[in-house]
């Protein structure tokens, strides 16, 4: 079955680093495009980021661009988002999206809290 499963949250203070990874099974992931989406407590889901299917394309919302970097690994079936000089307003459930067409999966989530 298919399965979207992120590790690598928890947490930092301000100004630190998290490295998070989402590991896909299921389907052929090389031909889906990858995001990653986050929410914060009574807010709306928001996407981050963005990495086509060959990793040539990447998209990032204002709010990350410079501090985060999305890759991907279709060899491993994982897509990484490496967050730099985190902010206590990127505390958030943290998805990951696999999607292509008409189709898509998202993953449980992984929560990143950035506190002092």
């Known amino acids: 079955q298919v399965q979207l499963v992120e590790s690598g949250g928890g947490l930092v203070q301000p100004g630190g680093s998290l490295r998070l990874s989402c590991a896909a099974s299921?389907?052929?992931?090389?031909?889906?495009?990858m995001s990653w989406y986050r929410q914060a407590p009574g807010k709306e889901r928001e996407l981050v980021t963005s990495?086509?299917?060959?990793?040539?394309?990447?998209t990032y919302a204002d709010s990350v661009k410079g501090r985060f970097t999305i890759s991907r690994d279709n060899a491993k079936n994982t897509v990484y988002l490496q967050m730099n000089s985190l902010k206590p307003e990127d505390t958030a459930v943290y998805y990951c999206?696999?999607?292509?067409?008409?189709?898509?999966?998202w993953g449980q989530g992984t929560q990143v809290t950035v506190s002092s």
């Open positions: 999206k696999a999607v292509r067409l008409a189709t898509d999966f």
């Open positions: 299921g389907f052929t992931f090389s031909r889906y495009a």
């Open positions: 990495i086509s299917s060959a990793g040539g394309t990447t």
